[in-house]
């Protein structure tokens, strides 16, 4: 969809080194997810932010909305090989529309 | 606890022919969402159902349909398939309100060929 732009759209890092994806929205966002899917499979949900300015960590994983809500990063820190996979944001426009507008995903590659 | 359940994992159909995917939200989830991944691309979002009653609707033929039940599991129906049809379907469900945003969660979809 083009109102929401991930980048990049594939990553390769070696494994232990920092990354980042962001995910671009072309109006301001209710709502943000990062969702990460292994190939073929259903999307694991990592987090979800609403607020302007909202950070949530899990594990080596951060997101950030930004004050004007309309773009999000997902930075990894030390990368390990389980972190391979394809991301994805997943934008919300309206309130509790439970209707979710998705990036292209950003497939990420870790080598060793 | 069970996550969400999509079933069947895999189906192969004739153009032509119609197929029922089916889903079960998480225990006390109200809500059902169904998306379509076309290889290569994020999901597309179909359809959203909340307390059987559709409340969301994509840009999608009306071969496309959707159902939940009182029980809060939902199918999508797809008539007359087409090649292009062939995809991941994934279900996700969430509490939602109706007032707020709560997170949505995804089963691990059913892949759908259509030859």
């Known amino acids: 969809s083009q109102e929401l732009e991930q980048s990049p759209q594939s990553l390769i890092v070696q494994e232990g080194k920092n990354l980042t994806i962001n995910c671009t929205s072309s109006k301001t966002l209710y709502g943000l997810y990062w969702y990460k899917q292994k190939y073929g499979e259903g999307l694991i949900f990592l987090m979800m932010l609403q607020k302007g300015g909202e950070e949530k960590s899990h594990e080596k994983i951060t997101a950030k909305l930004d004050e004007k809500k309309q773009q999000s990063s997902l930075h990894i820190t030390a990368s390990q090989p389980s972190h391979a996979g394809i991301y994805l944001c997943?934008?919300?426009?309206?309130?509790?529309?439970?209707?979710?507008?998705f990036g292209q995903g950003t497939r990420l590659t870790i080598n060793p | 606890d069970a996550g969400v359940t999509q079933s069947p994992t895999h189906l192969i159909k004739t153009r032509g022919q119609h197929v029922t995917l089916r889903c079960s939200p998480i225990?006390?989830?109200?809500?059902v969402s169904w998306y379509q991944q076309v290889l290569g691309q994020g999901p597309q979002f179909i359809f959203q159902?909340?307390?059987?009653?559709?409340?969301g609707r994509g840009n999608f033929p009306d071969r496309f349909s959707a159902r939940q039940f009182p029980n809060y599991s939902s199918e999508l129906n797809v008539n007359a398939l087409l090649l292009g049809d062939s995809a991941l379907y994934l279900c996700?469900?969430?509490?939602?309100?109706?007032?707020?945003?709560?997170?949505?969660?995804f089963g691990q979809g059913t892949r759908l060929t259509v030859v």
């Open positions: 996700a469900s969430s509490l939602a309100s109706g007032h707020r945003n709560t997170e949505a969660f």
């Open positions: 225990s006390g989830h109200k809500s």
């Open positions: 159902y909340y307390e059987k009653e559709e409340r």
């Open positions: 997943g934008a919300e426009y309206l309130q509790g529309a439970q209707k979710l507008v």
